[in-house]
Nanobody
């Protein structure tokens, strides 16, 4: 059974930094697309940043230049370096993974980690 586990969330003051990590287990294949999503209070889940096979990265406009997504050394591991955090970044951050195996598409989600930025 595939599991994604996020870590690194917490409470930080505006202007501070946090580093989120997403570790996976149980997958028989490498994911084509892994990313970070967040759900801010009163809003729908939105893409923060993702990274695809080959290394291409995509960021939401609101985090461009402040957040950096990267792959870890272990397969199917990603990190999110978040700098200059703002109160508007507060929310639950989820790790998502997508891949194809034997011509079937799969999508998995972690349970989320809370990020709270105080003003």
């Amino acid at each position: 059974q595939v599991q994604l586990a996020e870590s690194g969330g917490g409470l930080v003051q505006a202007g501070g930094s946090l580093r989120l990590s997403c570790l996976t287990s149980g997958s028989r294949f490498a994911f084509d697309d892994m990313g970070w999503y967040r759900q801010r209070p009163g809003n729908q889940r939105e893409l923060v940043a993702n990274i695809r096979t080959g290394g291409s990265k995509n960021y939401a406009d609101s985090v461009q230049g402040r957040f950096t997504i990267s792959r870890g050394n272990a397969r199917n591991t990603i990190h999110l370096e978040m700098n200059d955090l703002k109160p508007d970044d507060t929310g639950v951050y989820y790790c998502g993974a997508k891949g194809t195996y034997v011509r079937r598409a799969y999508e998995y989600w972690g349970q989320g980690t809370q990020v709270t930025v105080s003003s």
